[in-house]
């Protein structure tokens, strides 16, 4: 088990702070997925159009966990509470990884607006030093967490991840019930955004179960889908990603920037952004 730290203090060289000539009084915490990239360009996007932005290096990073495993959800929360000292609403916007980091801790820590591409429903688990646990930690525990199905071989080369994940969840049902995100605690606005095409996991069904759990507990969710477009998405003034682990995404560049574009206006007005 890990021990409690508090992580309010992330250095220059892990973040990049935007800030808006306007401000539309919203400040955002901008994560990353498996890249471990610091989201700069997306940032500047954001801030463009009135929103505070912190993007964040969450593991890797200088003090950081070397890998997403047992990461502390605090690293998020000290960060929020940091960003709502200079605004009137704050929200966390993350992809992938990220987007599992941020609704895991907008289900512990109030936030106004939660925004997640290529969500996932559920709890993963990290591999650092041959040892498997929790993506994360809240108060030194490790959350409840699917782990891998260790038959599971990859038939692509670059490898496609979404059977994995997939396999992994229907081997341990009972599992995968202890390890879902308790969403339905997510009290502010919820945009889930994912790509029909997407290869890494099923971004898709994850958005469904999500909606479909906050709705049984009367929460609202919107999510945006494009059939084509694949684990990444695109905004509108945004250049193609390139980098991170390599993997099979799925989709195409204008795919994506077709869900990009589809999710923009749903963005905007969750993050009560300056169109």
Do not use: K, N
Not at 56 to 75: D, K, S, T
Not at 165 to 189: K, L, N
């Amino acid at each position: 088990m890990t021990t409690p730290r508090r992580h309010a203090s992330v250095p220059h060289a892990d973040r990049h702070d935007a800030f808006p000539e306007v401000p539309c009084g919203t400040a955002v915490l901008l994560l990353a997925g498996s890249s471990g990239r610091v989201e700069s360009q997306r940032a500047d996007l954001l801030a463009r159009h009135g929103a505070r932005v912190r993007a964040i290096r969450w593991f890797g990073g200088m003090g950081q966990r070397p890998a997403p495993h047992e990461v502390p959800i605090e690293l998020f929360i000290d960060q929020l509470d940091l960003l709502r000292r200079d605004a009137d609403r704050v929200a966390i916007f993350g992809t992938s990884f990220g987007a599992e980091a941020a609704l895991v801790t907008a289900s512990l820590h109030p936030v106004d607006a939660t925004v997640a591409v290529a969500p996932s429903s559920v709890v993963w688990a990290g591999l650092t030093d041959g040892d498997w646990s929790s993506h994360w930690t809240s108060r030194g525990t490790p959350l409840p967490a699917v782990s891998f199905d260790p038959s599971w071989v990859s038939s692509t080369v670059p490898p496609e991840y979404r059977s994995l994940y997939e396999a992994s969840i229907d081997r341990a049902p009972d599992a995968a019930a202890a390890a879902a995100i308790r969403t339905e605690y997510i009290t502010g606005v919820v945009v889930l955004i994912a790509g029909g095409d997407d290869r890494v996991w099923p971004s898709g069904q994850f958005a469904a179960e999500i909606s479909a759990r906050r709705s049984a507990h009367g929460r609202e969710t919107t999510v945006v889908t494009h059939p084509a477009a694949g684990h990444r998405m695109v905004l509108p003034g945004e250049t193609v990603a390139a980098g991170g682990v390599t993997m099979e995404r799925g989709g195409s560049p204008s795919a994506d920037a077709e869900l990009g574009a589809l999710a923009w206006p749903q963005i905007v007005h969750a993050l009560d952004l300056r169109a």
